[in-house]
């Protein structure tokens, strides 16, 4: 059964000589009470709204049909937007609210085609939507409910999808960051005037669900910040970093150590990715694992890994490093390496058979180790294994052991105001990244 209901009034007129929209709306109410006896869903009417009105007299009267149906009166909210975007955003940010993923959606057969573009844009496989059709006859008068929805829907245009983008892209860009200010952290190991680089925190977006506010640069079918959303956190960061979102590459992560070399053919995933071509910005994610940047000012070559427990294992941050000697002439004595925030020995552990290969790594990766869940160092790992692969320790930013004052390797666990966590938060969790190009 819907946990929510989406009434869709958006492009029917009403006024004080046409009642036939309140009748239609009174017969809707009427059958959801009698579908629901028990437990009424949420109630939601979206219709127009025009931007001169704070409160139009359409919103009025559907106040007035709602206060007759006293079993769904309290869950029935109006939402007057001036425009499709912004009402269905309002509406999903209200379903979030309350952690609703089951919706009904009552509209008019001619919108259906149209709201599922919208739905695929402004959702993910999170929610599950049921179509209702409500029918309008040829001259628009008289209205009256479908039982059954329809089974062929309309297609639309390219120029029609076009314009279903830009309405929400321009609805998206019109909305307030949250919880502060974006923040760019840099290191000052990498020469700026080569290369533009920084580490995200999670403050600036429009991400408003609690772990995943407020800018979250990755979006998951497991996860209610959908694409569009994370599209638009990237444009910000885009504008205030200086590079172009259109030739941004992250990798796709599969926490393992496969690296693409740019302008070869891109693998399904991979944990490392290196360019020497300027205009392209690359970067790595990471929420608790090390997103790793690599810059070679010698050769203007860079690079940027996801390096979580199993990476560093496999060995992600040399594999990283080895592709950019291979493939651009790189001497590991001129790479440098930039490790992000990412969990602490102080907050992240494992089953002891897997502490057991950092515990032969270097015993010192591990504290705790005859607990049966010992903790784990997987900065310290990494910072091992690239001194053992040849990089310079004075190459390497890792501000728990060489610049306390840099403040750039915090624990993403203890730091819950700075950024994200999945073992901290679980699941539903919201992501950081490390970026970095090659100047013009």
Not at 68 to 91: D, N, R
Not at 204 to 233: C, H, M, Q, W
Not at 279 to 285: C, F, K, L, R
Not at 313 to 336: F, H, P, Q
Request: glycine residues 6%; contains cysteine; aromatic residues 8%.
């Amino acid at each position: 059964m819907a946990e929510a209901v989406l009434i869709d009034l958006f492009t029917l007129q009403m006024n004080s000589q046409n009642n036939g929209i309140q009748k239609l709306l009174c017969s809707t109410l009427e059958s959801i009470e009698k579908r629901y006896p028990i437990s009424a869903p949420f109630v939601y009417i979206m219709c127009y709204q025009t931007p001169r009105n704070k409160r139009s007299s359409k919103q009025d009267s559907l106040l007035n049909v709602i206060n007759g149906f006293q079993i769904l009166k309290k869950g029935i909210e109006v939402v007057c937007m001036t425009s499709t975007a912004a009402a269905l955003y309002t509406v999903k940010e209200k379903l979030d609210e309350k952690d609703l993923s089951i919706i009904k959606i009552i509209l008019p057969v001619q919108r259906k085609a149209l709201m599922k573009v919208f739905i695929d844009h402004l959702f993910t496989a999170v929610y599950q939507f049921e179509f209702e059709d409500l029918w309008l006859d040829c001259e628009g008068n008289n209205l009256q409910q479908i039982a059954e929805p329809q089974s062929d829907i309309q297609m639309l245009s390219d120029q029609e999808m076009e314009l279903i983008k830009s309405e929400i892209q321009t609805y998206l860009e019109s909305l307030p960051g949250l919880n502060g200010e974006l923040t760019i952290l840099k290191s000052s190991l990498i020469p700026g005037h080569v290369f533009l680089h920084g580490f995200t925190t999670r403050t600036g977006g429009i991400s408003y669900i609690p772990t995943l506010s407020s800018f979250n640069l990755f979006s998951s079918s497991k996860r209610r910040d959908p694409k569009a959303v994370v599209k638009e956190n990237l444009r910000r960061l885009a504008t205030a970093a200086g590079f172009d979102p259109e030739t941004f590459h992250s990798v796709k992560v599969n926490h393992a150590s496969d690296v693409w070399i740019m302008g070869k053919p891109q693998p399904d995933s991979y944990d490392g990715i290196v360019t020497n071509q300027k205009g392209v910005t690359i970067a790595a994610p990471g929420a608790d694992c090390i997103p790793v940047l690599f810059a070679d000012p010698v050769k203007k070559a860079c690079g940027a890994a996801h390096s979580g427990w199993h990476g560093t294992l496999l060995g992600v941050a040399m594999a990283t490093v080895n592709a950019m000697i291979t493939e651009y002439g790189c001497s590991v004595k001129d790479i440098l390496v930039v490790l992000g925030p990412s969990v602490g020995p102080c907050c992240f552990t494992l089953p002891q058979k897997s502490a057991k290969e950092f515990y032969n790594l270097d015993p010192k990766c591990v504290r705790q180790f005859e607990s049966p869940t010992p903790y784990i160092d997987i900065r310290k790992a990494t910072r091992i294994l690239l001194e053992t692969g040849g990089i310079l320790p004075q190459n390497i930013q890792d501000d728990t052991v060489t610049d306390h004052s840099q403040n750039l390797t915090f624990c993403t666990a203890c730091h819950p105001d700075k950024f994200y966590s999945h073992v901290r938060d679980g699941t539903n969790f919201g992501t950081q990244i490390g970026f970095i190009s090659i100047r013009d």
